[in-house]
């Protein structure tokens, strides 16, 4: 799935793919031998390259663009012609002498993968809706612990489609598809005899449907240690799926989706939860919000037709695909 950004972008750059590359780091456990190996393989890959712009992409985890940085360092001095790039999904500002473009890459990565399995975006609809939320949540860290919590405490998770992996709780089960993880797992009847049901959002489509926002509680909200300031695929579903987006994520991310083009209602909504790194009182701006949009901007169950038009915009904007971002960010450089 981290193929996807190389593949936009092969006829003009050649790349450093590291989320492709022996790894020998694991989390936080790694040295700068282990990063002095892929400044070994970085210089071999060089000499195969025949373009003049070098993209050092990584999409997934691993470490963060600070890790990059050290590796162009020890390669960029023996190819003093060549101009490096580095794309990474690490949201913070750098003052590195190559250029830096923040990756975005779940924009990319959930785009492919619903039209791998033919979703069809444009069916969705402004049908009546019975939830005000939902929420996915897989692994129990400890953010989404107390996010259920949260919900728990004040009453609110009966209005949502609310999922809860380390409880063994998936929307899937409201589908009767009683699966144990959403994560691979071996099924003969998938290509390649692997079910991802994380990956398969088609899937969900009906929760979706049925539900006026989107919860997303992101990998991290606050860690910077190893993967920095790391964004991941969970961002993008409400902008595919036309639902408002309530994002818990790291301090000011909601920037990065502006200047993408997105549009976060934050003149019908309070999003101010975008801008503090407060759990509890992220919480309870989203607690207000679920207010806002059940009072303000829905009306007999459905959306209002101007918020339905500025989420199907969002929607336009993320299947136009993550390339058009993509040259905006390099024509700025």
């Not at 860290?141 to 209005?159: G, P």
């Not at 987006?245 to 990065?256: G, N, R, W």
């Amino acid at each position: 799935m981290h193929e996807v950004i190389k593949r936009e972008l092969i006829d003009r750059f050649d790349f450093f793919q590291f989320d492709n590359m022996d790894w020998s780091g694991q989390g936080i456990n790694f040295t700068d031998d282990d990063l002095d190996k892929l400044v070994i393989d970085c210089n071999k890959l060089m000499h195969t390259f025949e373009k003049d712009e070098i993209i050092a992409l990584k999409c997934g985890e691993m470490f963060s663009a600070h890790e990059i940085n050290y590796i162009l360092d020890r390669v960029s001095p023996n190819f003093p012609n060549k101009r490096f790039i580095i794309v990474c999904n690490d949201n913070r500002e750098f003052n590195f002498k190559y250029d830096y473009i923040n990756a975005l890459s779940g924009w990319a990565i959930v785009r492919e993968t619903f039209m791998a399995t033919k979703g069809k975006p444009y069916d969705i609809q402004n049908n009546k809706r019975s939830k005000l939320f939902l929420s996915r949540n897989n692994r129990g860290k400890q953010h989404r612990l107390d996010w259920v919590e949260f919900l728990e405490k004040n009453n609110l998770k009966d209005k949502g489609y609310v999922s809860e992996g380390w409880n063994g709780i998936f929307l899937e089960h409201l589908n009767n598809d009683f699966i144990e993880t959403v994560e691979a797992f071996e099924d003969n009847n998938y290509e390649w005899n692997t079910r991802y049901p994380s990956r398969d959002d088609k899937s969900l489509m009906n929760f979706y449907n049925d539900s006026f926002c989107e919860v997303v509680l992101s990998s991290e909200y606050d860690k910077l240690i190893p993967f920095g300031a790391f964004c991941t695929e969970k961002e993008w579903r409400p902008f595919l799926m036309c639902i408002i987006p309530l994002i818990v994520m790291f301090k000011d991310y909601d920037k990065y989706l502006k200047y993408a083009g997105y549009d976060l209602f934050d003149d019908v909504i309070d999003t101010s939860f975008y801008h503090t790194d407060n759990l509890q009182q992220k919480f309870n701006i989203v607690k207000e919000n679920f207010k806002i949009i059940e009072n303000n901007l829905t009306t007999e169950g459905r959306f209002k037709d101007d918020i339905w038009k500025r989420l199907k915009k969002n929607q336009s904007i993320f299947i136009d695909g993550w390339d058009k971002y993509f040259w905006k960010k390099y024509n700025e450089l």
